[in-house]
């Protein structure tokens, strides 16, 4: 039995492709995001990380098949062979391309590990969701519309033509 097993993983590996390179897509407009990337940026990386921000003209030059908006929404990372990897799994990928971090990728792929990686993962979404709803302007409302909230004076746009639109909301 444990022979076939053997031979079952053998075969699944060698059919796919080794990861040679990662692009992880994070949100530039999200303070946690970009200190999470600026971190990864001092570890020594074992398998290298490209760190583009999602939504943006390099993430869609180098996949315009991928879901853009989705990219926003939970961390991506895209394997140099194509592989897509989402939430706890991206995270995870990352671990794993880390020196000093590979082991615990390990720990972190199966059983308990994965619960505790999507937990890790969900509360990073919420923090990410608390931060943009309670910084009016930051993040929720993107600033090439023209309009920005001040919390002491309010909506405000900076336009000289009558065609102002209406604030969001």
């Known amino acids: ?20 390179r990662l692009t992880v897509l994070y949100d530039a ?12 940026t001092r570890q020594r990386q074992l398998v290298p990380l490209d760190l583009v921000p999602c939504g943006s003209a390099e993430a869609r030059r180098r996949f315009p098949g991928l879901d853009h908006p989705a990219t926003r929404e939970e961390i991506t990372v895209v394997g140099d062979a194509g592989q897509v990897y989402r939430g706890a799994r991206a995270w995870i990928v990352v671990l794993w391309a880390l020196h000093a971090h590979r082991a615990t990728a390990h720990r972190l792929s199966s059983g308990a590990g994965m619960g505790l990686a999507r937990a890790a993962v969900l509360a990073a979404a919420k923090y990410r969701g608390a ?11 993107p600033a090439r519309d023209g309009w920005r909230y001040h919390p002491a004076q ?6 000289t033509d009558d065609g102002c639109a209406a604030p969001p909301g």
């Not at 303070?31 to 990864?40: A, G, H, Q």
Request: aromatic share 10%; hydrophobic share 35%.
């Open 1 to 20: 039995m444990s022979t076939v097993r053997l031979t079952q993983n053998a075969a699944r590996t060698a059919a796919r492709p080794p990861l040679r």
């Open 29 to 40: 407009g999200c303070s946690l995001c970009v200190f999470l990337r600026n971190w990864l």
């Open 154 to 159: 309010g909506w405000s746009r900076n336009c």
């Open 131 to 141: 931060r943009s709803a309670s910084s009016w302007g930051g993040g929720a409302y």
